[in-house]
Nanobody, 119 residues
């Protein structure tokens, strides 16, 4: 099992940047799929970005060109660099991980971190 703990959320003005971190209790080198999801009030949870151990990444269309997902195996940490933030990016952001390959079925989740973008 792995525990995931997010940090880095906060309040930022539109156009600003934030970097989210997700610290894992296990070596993330062993975790094939790691992703960031978000959930805004009244909306369904959506996949923001995913990275696989082989290096492939995928992004939601709404964040392409603005967000970058990365992992630091030495620090057992997953990151989400968010630039050019928009008010519609406001949500609770969750880190997720799965030892096996998955597209959208993660077993391990963090507790979430709030991101609020003011206009």
């Amino acid at each position: 099992q792995v525990q995931l703990v997010e940090s880095g959320g906060g309040l930022v003005q539109a156009g600003g940047s934030l970097r989210l971190s997700c610290a894992a209790s296990d070596s993330i080198f062993r975790i094939n799929a790691m992703a960031w999801y978000r959930q805004a009030p009244g909306k369904q949870r959506e996949l923001v970005a995913v990275t696989f151990s082989g290096g492939r990444t995928n992004y939601a269309d709404s964040v392409k060109g603005r967000f970058t997902i990365s992992r630091d195996n030495a620090k057992n940490t997953l990151y989400l660099q968010m630039n050019s933030l928009k008010p519609e990016d406001t949500a609770v952001y969750y880190c997720a991980g799965n030892y096996g390959y998955t597209e959208d079925d993660y077993r391990y989740w963090g507790q979430g971190t709030q991101v609020t973008v003011s206009s």
